[in-house]
């Protein structure tokens, strides 16, 4: 009996003890869903440890940016379930490897995910050589500061930011610090904080706020909040943000409204205004994006209501997080991303608007990006100056910076122009700079040394073209991407028409023409006749074989007949040449047509009565042109 007694209760016991334990699981991964890491972890660690269980054990550890004890678990996930693991550990792993600056081990993770080889070290030495633009970043001082990012401009001598420095503020669960706030402060000479001010209630609740942005005049704020309750999506328990709006009025804040765009099922977070504050960017998670957070556009309307949001595309986002957008005075995006190739964590890159759509992303290179999240990027570009935050430090920490050009890679093109046969210098000549899209970036007239030069910029597809009056353009593309060069010396070596083609001569005057067999008309007539259209035909092939090629079409008459009849047919006569031209395919904007009449007599018969027929006859002509 005693026997079966203490068997039955070493039953309940391990019962109990697994009921404890399932249910201590369960509290683990309810925290974990609701992104209380630090909370998470510490229920993980005394765990069984399955598969679940170091992953998100190793998860809670990355997202909280400790780092070492994420790699050792991602180590040991790795190596009991390594065929059983989503590929999407192979990322997170090598984002922890690549904040400690492990890039070998990094890399065999991320050409695992990628499918193609990735490396880092070779990157990050390509980057040195060919940033355009070198950072000396300096922590601004900031007294009571615990964690502190978005340094924003404000007014015209003070800044905003976020902080959890308020220490009555209920504890955030994803990493135990206070609630974030916001706060005004001007910024000293000497990179300090100083007269560090909260907002009011209106804006600081006792939720997060953070990265706020101003309209120019200093009336109109746009910024974070977290909402107070959380949403169940899909398997996540998850407090969104929404980009609320306030505006200040009689030297308060008020109408704080949350954006119509914003909603209770996905995040919506910082806002940056364009210079026209026509568009307000934002990054978000809404449905749509590319898998992660994406970059987003929404137009302000001029009575205050606002367009539907536009992902910004996949040349800017990517499946990973793109956030903390910023649009600059000169309408560049900079953005953080953690999918982009970087040094680590979040880094930030910049990208151009070309027609309307922002190009390739560019990492701004080592001397403001750390293997850890640099982010929230602001800066005033005739300057030079901005602010970045970055926990490099290991909290979030504010920076100002200053900007100038790396002097290792000035991204150039130069070169000089000059004649294909003679080599003689090509004074006067247009050189024109396109991006990849055929859109003119910059053009110059060259001077009497032929020279030119254009500054570009990294990781950029151009073409360079000269061109000339009566020569053949010349295009020549390059790149400055990791297969191309920063800088460039390109020969451009033109062509005449005259060299190119027997048929078309200089004339005395200095007018280059296309000398064709003499055209027929009928008497007082001005249609195309059969023999003349094939003698047209050797103008339209050589106009075909020459796109650029312009021509005018003039028709001459001699002295025999009244003035203004001749000059009226003349003009039938060129236009009736020029229709044909068009109807074998040329383009009319290519084309111009005159008639001279009588006025430009090759010979002494200006009037009736003093030459034969013959004389006569070299008057009567139909001239080409060329005029570019």
């Not at 150039?412 to 003119?440: C, H, P, R």
């Not at 060259?446 to 000269?466: L, M, Q, S, T, W």
Request: proline share 3%; aromatic share 12%; hydrophobic share 30%.
């Amino acid at each position: 009996m005693k026997k079966q007694i203490y068997i039955l209760a070493s039953l309940l016991l391990v019962s109990g003890i697994a009921l404890a334990q399932k249910g201590n699981t369960k509290r683990a991964n309810k925290l974990f869903e609701m992104r209380a890491y630090t909370q998470a972890a510490e229920l993980y660690e005394t765990k069984e440890r399955n598969q679940e269980v170091l992953q998100n054990l190793a998860d809670s550890y990355y997202y909280n940016t400790s780092l070492q004890k994420a790699i050792k678990t991602y180590r040991e996930l790795f190596v009991e379930y390594g065929d059983s693991i989503d590929i999407e550990y192979h990322f997170r792993y090598a984002q922890a490897l690549k904040g400690v600056k492990n890039y070998k081990e990094a890399d065999k993770h991320l050409s695992r995910y990628y499918n193609k080889p990735v490396n880092t070290l070779a990157f990050i030495k390509t980057t040195e050589k060919t940033t355009p633009h070198n950072f000396e970043l300096k922590q601004i001082e900031n007294e009571g500061s615990s964690s502190d990012f978005g340094l924003t401009f404000y007014g015209n001598n003070k800044v905003a930011f976020a902080s959890a420095r308020n220490t009555e503020n209920p504890s955030y669960s994803w990493n135990e610090l206070p609630y974030l706030d916001l706060y005004s402060a001007t910024l000293t000479d000497g990179n300090a904080l100083k007269d560090v001010e909260p907002f009011s209630d209106a804006i600081n609740t006792d939720s997060h706020e953070s990265n706020a942005v101003f309209t120019k005049d200093s009336k109109t704020m746009y910024f974070n909040r977290t909402n107070t309750t959380r949403k169940k999506t899909d398997e996540d328990r998850i407090a969104h943000i929404k980009i609320y709006k306030a505006e200040l009025v009689d030297g308060q804040w008020t109408n704080v409204t949350a954006l119509p765009f914003t909603s209770n099922s996905y995040s919506t977070e910082h806002p940056a205004l364009s210079k026209d504050e026509k568009t307000l960017y934002f990054a978000s998670d809404m449905p749509g994006t590319y898998g992660s957070f994406d970059i987003y556009k929404v137009a302000i309307n001029e009575d205050g209501t606002y367009g539907e949001p536009e992902n910004l595309g996949d040349t800017v986002n990517t499946k990973h997080r793109e956030q903390f957008p910023f649009i600059s005075e000169f309408n560049v995006l900079y953005f953080s991303s953690i999918g982009h190739q970087g040094y680590g964590g979040l880094d930030v890159f910049r990208s151009n608007m070309v027609n309307g759509s922002f190009d390739r992303p560019v990492n701004l290179g080592p001397t403001i990006n750390s293997h850890l999240d640099d982010f929230a990027y602001v800066i005033r570009e005739k300057d030079n100056r901005g602010y970045v935050s970055s926990n490099r430090t290991g909290y979030d920490r504010l920076f100002g910076f200053a900007r100038e050009e790396n002097p290792l890679t000035k991204y150039q093109v130069e070169g000089i122009v000059q004649d294909l046969n003679s080599k003689a210098l090509l004074a006067g000549s247009l050189v024109t700079l396109f991006d990849e899209s055929d859109t003119v970036i910059q053009d110059t007239i060259v001077g009497d040394d032929a020279y030119y030069i254009f500054k570009i910029e990294p990781n950029k597809k151009y073409k360079v073209r000269g061109t000339r009056k009566a020569y053949i353009p010349q295009d020549v593309e390059f790149s400055t991407d990791s297969k191309g060069k920063v800088q460039h010396n390109i020969y451009l070596s033109l062509e005449s028409f005259a060299d190119a083609e027997e048929r078309i001569k200089e004339t005395e005057k200095g007018d280059v023409q296309v000398k064709l067999d003499k055209i027929y008309f009928d008497f007082d007539k001005s249609h195309i006749r059969e023999d003349a259209a094939v003698t047209l035909n050797v103008l339209v092939d050589l106009m075909k074989k020459y796109p650029s090629m312009e021509v005018e079409v003039s028709a001459h008459t001699d002295a025999r007949g009244p003035d203004q009849y001749n000059l009226d047919l003349s003009k039938r006569r060129a236009a009736s040449t020029l229709e044909y031209l068009v109807s074998q395919g040329i383009d009319r904007n290519r084309l111009k047509s005159i008639g001279y009449g009588e006025m430009q007599p090759l010979n002494k018969c200006v009037k009736e009565g003093i030459c034969d027929d013959s004389e006569y006859d070299i008057n009567r002509r139909c001239e080409f042109t060329i005029l570019n």
